[in-house]
């Protein structure tokens, strides 16, 4: 081959090859800016649905600082229908939950033997309907106590591999019973539709809207005077094909938020 063909062939070559470069440069540009694309469109409608949904949180808030209890409400369960309504193109569906139909696990907190005997007896109870195993009642209820316990000196727990300590303060969110001593995955899903966790070691049972068992398991418990009552929200944001959910705690004659998380509510 005569040096100018080679020198041109090489020059093909070469510009083949920057072609190349060139085209897989323009792809990983592309790619990268669809990416940003997709990830800028995810987090605007993360936080717009985020902020609809806020707005609706001060709406119901609004609602239950008018009423004067669970009997001023539309409905008289402790569970209302899905109520749906649409804000900026946004449909948005409301539950509440009235938590005076659960009992508040930091009732435990310091509690005598008469107030565990009636967490324990609402263990045994959901255990038995239920035919799930269930650690014993009786032996939960002093845990739960012990793991809010300031003073508590953790034996069960340092002893664990890895070792690790109790809570020794109330609880924030009823899904801590999960790391109590005793209990299981299978066991708190079955217990979990039963129990709440809000500020305060008053727990009471509203005994016309609750379900059978409580009322069994509570019948004979004294009502408590000036009894709180917190409410559970749970708002669910449908936008731009996606759903998108926040579940609030309310302080609900306070109109207060306690507790606001970005995920659908538990059992």
């Known amino acids: 081959m005569k040096p100018r063909q080679q020198q041109q062939g090489v020059a093909l070559i070469t510009a083949l090859l920057v072609m190349a470069l060139a085209v897989v440069a323009a792809v990983g540009m592309a790619m990268r800016g669809q990416a940003d694309i997709r990830r800028t469109s995810a987090v605007f409608e993360r936080d717009f649905s985020r902020q609809v949904a806020l707005g609706a949180e001060n709406m119901v808030l609004q609602l239950l600082e008018r009423a004067e209890g669970p009997e001023d409400l539309l409905w008289d369960t402790c569970l209302s229908p899905a109520l749906p309504f649409e804000v900026d193109g946004v449909r948005l569906e409301a539950t509440l939950n009235d938590m005076r139909c659960r009992y508040n696990l930091n009732a435990l907190a310091g509690a005598d033997e008469t107030e565990q005997g009636y967490f324990a007896r609402l263990v045994d109870q959901v255990g038995q309907q239920s035919g799930v195993q269930m650690p ?18 953790d034996p069960v727990y340092r002893l664990e591999t890895p070792a690790r300590v109790s809570g020794n303060r109330p609880m ?28 305060g070691t008053a727990s009471p049972i509203d005994l016309e809207r609750s379900p059978e068992l409580m009322q069994d398991v509570f019948a004979d418990r004294p009502a408590g005077e000036s009894a709180p009552w917190f409410m559970r929200l749970q708002i669910m944001a449908e936008f731009a094909n996606r759903r998108f959910y926040q579940c609030t705690l309310l302080d609900a004659p306070n109109g207060k938020v306690v507790l606001r998380e970005q995920t659908a509510c538990e059992p």
Do not use: F, I, K
Request: glycine share 4%; aromatic share 8%; hydrophobic share 50%.
């Open 136 to 153: 014993s009642g009786v032996q939960l209820a002093m845990a739960v106590s012990d793991w809010m316990n300031p003073e508590s000196d």
């Open 172 to 199: 924030v969110a009823a899904s801590e019973l999960n790391s109590v001593s005793g209990m299981t995955a299978e066991a708190w899903q079955t217990l979990a539709p039963w129990v709440t966790a809000y500020p």
